[in-house]
């Protein structure tokens, strides 16, 4: 009902506040139970009446807004001792001799005002820079993680995130250096476990050699070929 009386209003009163109809809408919807009920108000108010119930309305509005203005001005004063400017008097720039200057020192209002703003925000500003120190320290463990998950070198791996945590850089420089270093530390390491992988590997088994200095390869390949009792080279039998 609420729309229909504003939509009403607003068509046949154009040029009028839109906030003073609404709130009259608002009285009329309290009296109305259809829309015929509506539409019957509507027509019976003319623009004398709307423009004083709209005045009314604006002037309780106005006063409102003003006593709120001057509560928040009275916490104010009352919360950061404000002190309001000391009038100058005419002829008196405030640069005497009594070394007084024009915005009289420390009871300048503004200064106080600022002073108060930046008191209000530091906790706000505190909060903002741990949060973004946070976000900061999780990107680039997640990026040291990157790199060393190529490491094959299990207590290489273990020191350097144990290193990492005991470390601050300066600014994304320090620790972009660090990177690099840590990546060659990486290929030094990778490096280190393959030639130890190749250097504890088995000799091949035709190096193996007996107590009399011959390999077992070749030991193996004679007794497979040993001549039988007769020989398998003897001579024709007569």
């Not at 040029?15 to 009329?28: F, I, N, P, S, Y």
């Given at each position: 009902?609420?729309?229909?009386?504003?939509?009403?209003?607003?068509?046949?009163?154009?040029?009028?506040?839109?906030?003073?109809?609404?709130?009259?809408a608002?009285?009329?919807?309290?009296?109305?139970?259809?829309e015929?009920?509506?539409?019957?108000?509507?027509?019976?108010?003319?623009?004398?009446?709307?423009d004083?119930?709209?005045?009314?309305?604006?002037?309780?509005v106005?006063?409102?807004?003003?006593?709120?203005?001057?509560?928040?001005?009275?916490?104010?004063?009352?919360?950061?001792?404000?002190?309001?400017?000391?009038?100058?008097?005419?002829?008196?720039?405030?640069?005497?001799?009594?070394?007084?200057?024009?915005?009289?020192?420390?009871?300048?209002?503004?200064?106080?005002?600022?002073?108060?703003?930046?008191?209000?925000?530091?906790?706000?500003?505190?909060?903002?820079?741990?949060?973004?120190?946070?976000?900061?320290s999780?990107?680039?463990?997640?990026?040291?993680?990157?790199?060393?998950?190529?490491?094959?070198?299990?207590?290489?791996?273990?020191?350097?995130?144990?290193?990492?945590?005991?470390?601050?850089?300066?600014?994304?420089?320090?620790?972009?250096?660090?990177?690099?270093?840590?990546e060659?530390?990486?290929?030094?390491?990778?490096?280190?476990?393959?030639n130890?992988?190749?250097?504890?590997?088995?000799?091949?088994?035709?190096n193996?050699?007996?107590?009399?200095?011959v390999?077992?390869?070749?030991a193996?390949?004679v007794a497979e070929?040993?001549?039988?009792?007769?020989?398998?080279f003897?001579?024709?039998?007569?």
């Amino acid at each position: 009902m609420l729309k229909i009386l504003l939509a009403l209003l607003v068509a046949k009163f154009q040029g009028v506040r839109k906030d003073g109809l609404e709130a009259m809408a608002r009285a009329l919807a309290l009296h109305c139970k259809s829309e015929d009920d509506a539409k019957t108000l509507v027509e019976e108010l003319d623009k004398a009446q709307v423009d004083e119930f709209v005045k009314d309305y604006r002037a309780g509005v106005d006063k409102e807004v003003s006593d709120g203005v001057k509560t928040n001005e009275t916490k104010l004063r009352s919360k950061y001792n404000f002190i309001e400017k000391t009038k100058v008097e005419p002829g008196n720039d405030g640069n005497g001799d009594d070394g007084k200057d024009g915005n009289n020192g420390k009871d300048d209002i503004a200064a106080q005002i600022k002073a108060a703003v930046d008191a209000a925000l530091s906790p706000l500003k505190t909060q903002l820079d741990s949060l973004n120190a946070a976000e900061v320290s999780k990107a680039r463990l997640a990026k040291l993680n990157e790199k060393l998950a190529t490491c094959k070198d299990d207590a290489f791996k273990a020191k350097a995130l144990k290193d990492y945590s005991r470390m601050h850089f300066d600014n994304d420089d320090a620790f972009n250096e660090y990177i690099t270093e840590t990546e060659t530390d990486i290929n030094n390491a990778n490096q280190r476990v393959a030639n130890e992988a190749l250097g504890g590997g088995n000799a091949p088994m035709f190096n193996a050699k007996d107590n009399d200095g011959v390999s077992k390869a070749v030991a193996d390949f004679v007794a497979e070929n040993k001549p039988d009792a007769k020989g398998s080279f003897a001579g024709k039998e007569l």
